[in-house]
């Protein structure tokens, strides 16, 4: 495929764009992706043995995907004022000077495997490796598939 941010994109037989330029994840009518942009940051750390980490619902902002057309829209968020003094931390809570992170998720358990040559494509892994993977996913978390009620695709 070619695109550009003046072009569309242009679907070549056998690779991985759509030809009718949507995504359509789980459907029976998905003929492949669309490119886009994006940009995350996840911080990783460990958590202390005794903490019982809480998950900070309330600071999460809702999100509305943009328009293909249109420019995101940033939320600007107020930084504090240089005459107050900094927050002051715990030790080992978080950087000196400055509040913890808050714990929006824990890793409970991970699972890596390879397909080979049994995978579907290139691009695409096999549903029995799939499957392999989550299970040794929750083997780490000693965790019952039953007790997972969120999972990102």
């Not at 003046?6 to 949507?22: C, L, S």
């Not at 998950?55 to 293909?68: D, H, I, K, M, R």
């Not at 890596?112 to 494509?121: E, Q």
């Amino acid at each position: 495929a070619s695109f550009s941010p003046d072009d569309p994109v242009r679907a070549v037989d056998g690779m991985i764009w759509a030809a009718d330029g949507v995504c359509r994840p789980f459907s029976a009518n998905a003929s492949g992706t669309v490119p886009a942009d994006g940009a995350a940051i996840i911080v990783l750390t460990t958590l202390p043995a005794q903490a019982k980490p809480t998950v900070n619902s309330s600071a999460l902002e809702p999100f509305t995907a943009p328009s293909p057309f249109q420019p995101p829209v940033h939320t600007a968020h107020p930084s504090p004022s240089h005459s107050q003094s900094p927050p002051t931390s715990p030790p080992g809570s978080g950087s000196p000077g400055r509040p913890p992170l808050p714990a929006y998720a824990t890793i409970d358990g991970v699972g890596v495997n390879n397909d080979g040559r049994r995978k579907s494509s290139f691009s695409q892994p096999s549903e029995q490796g799939q499957v392999e993977v989550l299970r040794l996913a929750l083997q780490d978390a000693r965790k019952h598939a039953s007790e997972i009620d969120y999972a990102e695709a």
